[in-house]
Structures are given as structure tokens and as C-alpha cells.
């Protein structure tokens, strides 16, 4: 059973940066693609981020393409999303994922493995 731990997350004014880190209890970490994804209140979860398992491919969210920045530490079984220029709809829940795939997945479904979340809140 893999474990994922998020943290990082905060209040920010609109126009600010945050980065959030997903740490994972398995060395075999490395050979897991990982995701971001989010939730805010009433809405549906929607993908953010992913990355393959090298980290040689990445995947984002036409809305938060150019600003976010998905990256990964095999050595340190840890995920990152640097997060620039947030707005207030970037206003969520972040929670990681890994699937036991080495090629990252857009579809929730396709993901074995959940952190609990961070809360991220971007002020207007």
C-alpha cells in the first residue's frame, strides 16, 4: 500500500506562488507515474498535473499551462507542483495520486493511490 502525504498548501494573494510537495512511502515510488489533481467546493475533481515515471513527460490542464510546473526527486520519493501567478479559481483542494503505470493519466480513474489533499486558497 503506497502512501501519499501532501503538503505545502496556504493562503495567497492572487498573482502569488506556492509549492506543493507529495511525499510517497514506497521506494518503488519510482517507477509510478504521479498526478495532481483538485477539488474545490461543489465541484467535480479535475486534473492538474502529471508526470511520468523518469519525469521525462509531463501532462497539464490547458488552465493552468505556462503557470504550474509539475517535477519529481526519485531519490526523495517526492512530487512537486510550483504554482505561479494563482488566481482565485485556482482556489481548491490539491491532492496526489500515483498510478502504477510509468505514463501519467488526465483520468482520476486511472490512478491507484490517494493523498488526503492540502488546502490551497488564492485571495482576490
Known amino acids: 500500500q503506497v502512501q501519499l502525504v501532501e503538503s505545502g498548501g496556504g493562503l495567497v494573494q492572487a498573482g502569488g506562488s506556492l509549492r506543493l510537495s507529495c511525499a510517497a512511502s514506497?521506494?518503488?515510488?519510482?517507477?509510478?507515474?504521479m498526478g495532481w489533481f483538485r477539488q474545490a467546493p461543489g465541484k467535480e475533481r479535475e486534473f492538474v498535473a502529471a508526470i511520468s515515471w523518469s519525469g521525462g513527460y509531463t501532462l497539464y490542464a490547458d488552465s493552468v499551462k505556462g503557470r504550474f510546473t509539475i517535477s519529481r526527486d526519485n531519490a526523495k520519493n517526492t512530487v512537486y507542483l510550483q504554482m505561479n501567478s494563482l488566481k482565485p479559481e485556482d482556489t481548491a483542494v490539491y491532492l496526489c495520486a500515483a498510478r502504477d503505470s510509468g505514463i501519467g493519466s488526465r483520468n482520476n480513474d486511472d490512478y491507484r493511490y490517494w493523498g488526503q489533499g492540502t488546502q490551497v486558497t488564492v485571495s482576490s
Open positions: 514506497e521506494p518503488i515510488f519510482s517507477s509510478y507515474a
